[in-house]
């Protein structure tokens, strides 16, 4: 695994005695940045507050808050550089401030793959591209992808301070992309599917049985039914729906959510793919022509079931 996220919870167990601090600090500005993200994607306040709740509830999302893995850097980076994007998607501003956009999501990008190995990054700029291309901005992709590379060499940086070269650290690029590759795990095809459906993973191991997923809430198949609809939906408004950024998260989720059907998977990779799936819920549940009161009821009722039977008992 590329080494930032080593470093962050490394200095953090020097500063503050402990790594667990790092992963509340992040966890608290994950929300910050979902938090910017919910006001630009939804208009209805009560419906943003919904969706802060959903994300400060989830069991698999709160849990990150108090161990130590690479998934939460990498949700954090991941919001960082969507919310950048979305900035940039927007309307006309100065360019001043389209630099500074520009820089934001380079360096977003380049934190997001120096968490872990950058095969998720493929889909993340597969979905830069249609964002900048709908704000024709397409141009900016070259200086966004410079300085994720910068910013990836630069976590190395100690790697060079002690002496190695630029080939070592190409051949230690290529021994760990040889190392996925030549792995002999056999996926089970469409984990992801079973697990946010119906709470059930299986390991990869040939003696492995299927077992609960103990972070599962039923709002997890919400979510997943919604996006499946909501993604139908904007297939069939393509042509009349301009609105490019709501539309790249839904594309962001769907290349995330592909990628984990047919990739070896763990429940918590999830991380990156819920609060993208929050968002999408509480947008397709404003989109209803109904009366906002019924939208409201729908979030309670939700809400109250996920609460009572994954967190109470």
Do not use: C
Not at 28 to 35: D, E, S
Not at 67 to 89: C, E, G, N, S
Not at 203 to 226: E, K, N
């Amino acid at each position: 695994m590329p080494p930032l996220a080593k470093y962050i919870y490394g200095y953090s167990i020097q500063f503050f005695g402990n790594a667990e601090t790092a992963a509340m600090i992040m966890y608290v500005l994950a929300l910050f940045v979902f938090a910017l993200l919910v006001r630009k994607h939804l208009t209805d306040q009560l419906l943003q507050i919904g969706a802060l709740i959903f994300f400060i509830t989830d069991p698999l999302l709160f849990e990150q808050s108090y161990i130590t893995m690479f998934d939460l850097p990498q949700l954090l980076f991941l919001l960082m550089h969507v919310f950048a994007m979305t900035l940039m998607a927007g309307g006309e501003t100065t360019k001043r401030r389209q630099l500074m956009l520009t820089v934001s999501a380079g360096l977003t990008l380049g934190f997001f793959i120096s968490v872990k190995i950058a095969f998720l990054a493929s889909i993340i700029i597969l979905v830069d591209i249609y964002t900048l291309y709908q704000a024709r901005r397409l141009w900016r992709l070259i200086p966004i992808g410079i300085l994720s590379g910068l910013v990836y060499i630069s976590s190395y940086l100690m790697y060079f301070v002690q002496g190695h070269s630029f080939i070592e650290f190409l051949k230690n690029q290529k021994w760990m992309v040889h190392f996925y590759l030549s792995s002999n795990v056999k996926p089970v095809f469409g984990t992801a599917f079973t697990t946010l459906f119906a709470g059930k993973t299986i390991g990869w191991g040939d003696q492995s049985a299927w077992t609960r997923v103990p972070q599962w809430t039923i709002l997890w198949s919400a979510y997943v039914i919604t996006f499946i609809f909501g993604a139908i939906n904007i297939m069939r408004t393509a042509k009349e729906n301009t609105d490019a950024s709501y539309i790249s998260i839904v594309f962001l989720a769907t290349g995330l959510l592909s990628a984990y059907t047919f990739l070896p998977f763990f429940t918590r990779y999830l991380v990156l793919l819920i609060p993208l799936f929050i968002i999408i819920f509480f947008r397709t549940l404003e989109s209803l022509q109904v009366k906002d009161q019924y939208r409201y009821i729908i979030t309670a009722m939700l809400f109250i079931i996920h609460f009572s039977f994954f967190w109470i008992i």
